[in-house]
């Protein structure tokens, strides 16, 4: 081989080289905006996480008075159901035996 064939081999070497290496700089960078995505990502994903259990702590503090105000309400309704039957029977009654009542009273 001659020195212009070696010398021209070395400068096809050095170019493949040079390729080579702006390829793995691009892969680095590629990497480096990656791995800053991931991180930005992972660190979003704990803030979801922080707040998650934020509020299922709130939850659980709230959930017990919640309960009993459902159960006061259920006692509630209960009670507007008992003195509705009960002034319904009261006017069905005073309904029905109104004329003997009238007549007792008016003697």
Do not use: C
Request: charged share 35%; hydrophobic share 40%; glycine share 6%.
């Amino acid at each position: 081989m001659t020195e212009a064939g070696q010398e021209r081999a070395i400068g096809r070497i050095e170019g493949k080289l040079d390729l080579i290496i702006s390829d793995q700089e691009k892969a680095r960078q590629d990497r480096k905006q990656q791995y800053e995505k991931q991180e930005k990502t992972d660190r979003a994903l704990d803030d979801v996480t922080r707040m998650i259990k934020s509020i299922d702590t709130r939850l659980e503090k709230v959930e017990e008075p919640v309960a009993d105000f459902n159960r006061w309400r259920e006692r509630g309704v209960g009670a507007i159901m008992l003195v509705s039957f009960s002034a319904a029977t009261f006017g069905a009654i005073l309904a029905s035996f109104w004329k003997k009542i009238l007549a007792l009273i008016t003697g």
